[in-house]
């Protein structure tokens, strides 16, 4: 599979089109890709950090062309060619678009659209920390080849440190241009399950009324309303799933306990190598008052099944068994995994997060005392 650009965007939920998009002009996309002769190609645009199909075709002698392509404001679009073989990302603005791309060496040039010009300047001063990452990530792979525990834990914590930089880059960014879609399009999917809930709200209360148009906007809307109900201080939404045996769990049965909710799924590097941590807090803290409830967010239950006994997990996990369609995703606005809350006795939220060691140094401070 090749990427022409880094793809900044989660997986989470589809949505329809809205009003805006059913009235807006229609606009063509042209195309040339040298290298590439012939595929079948889809033109996909992101809604809810899911890939909406929005026409395909077929390329002939490396042309195609899109006609009545709806763009009501500039937004992010993907040319998915022969099923992933080769992608193409680029932000359109409401006009023509030709985009010339060549498959050999990576090269991208889209005209009409000045929003990609600002896409692309963004790309290219983001490209410090993910070079600085991807540098680290070898270093990583090298430590864990050689056993080498005590390097593999300084450069988790250097690794840290890089992404706290570039998250700082991008928000300064978000805030410095209230006006850009490009601002509005990280905000939604680069910070908005990075960073604290007041820090969100600024920048999205920021925005220039001129992005409302988006629906970047109103996703955004969306989130921090949802988010709003989620923070610290709140009451932890209730909700019942099954178990493997399909017995019906509810999070308010658990109450009187220290729970930490943990949304996680057996298809997710990040989300077993916590389960390791997790069973250390687990065994640490398990007749202290405490317990974990495990959301997997699974569409196969034999494979989560064989998680559950390779990870040997013996604290609560249910699943709905409807993968990212799960209805727990949306009540609490989870749209990273792992994620976690942190919840006192009374059900209440103390810490919301994608970081295990946070919530593993409340219940540090908590239960040691």
Known sequence: MKYLTIIFFSLLILASCNNSEKNAKDYTINAYITGYFEGNVVLKKIRKGKLLPVDSLKMKKSKFKFKHVKIPSPEMFLLDIDNGNYIIQFFADPADIQVNADFNNGTLEVQGSETQKEFVSFTENNNIYENKLQKINNQRNLAYSNYDTLLLKSLDSTYDNVVSEQ??????????????FVSLYLTLYN????????????????FNDTLKISPYFKELKDIINIKKKTQAGMQAPDFSLPDTSGTLISLSSL??????????????GYCRADNRVLKKIYEKYKNRDFEIYQISIEQSKKQ?????KADKINWITVSSLKGLDCDVLKLYGVRKLPYYFLLNKNGIIVYSGNNIKNPEKILNEILSE
């Open 304 to 308: 989560w099944q064989n998680v559950i």
């Open 191 to 206: 910070l908005a399950d990075y960073i604290d809930f007041n820090e969100l709200n600024k920048i999205y209360e920021h």
């Open 167 to 180: 998250i700082d880059f991008i928000k300064k960014y978000a805030y410095e241009n209230n006006k850009s």
């Open 255 to 268: 109450q009187g306990k220290y729970v930490l909710l943990n949304f996680s799924a057996s298809w997710s």
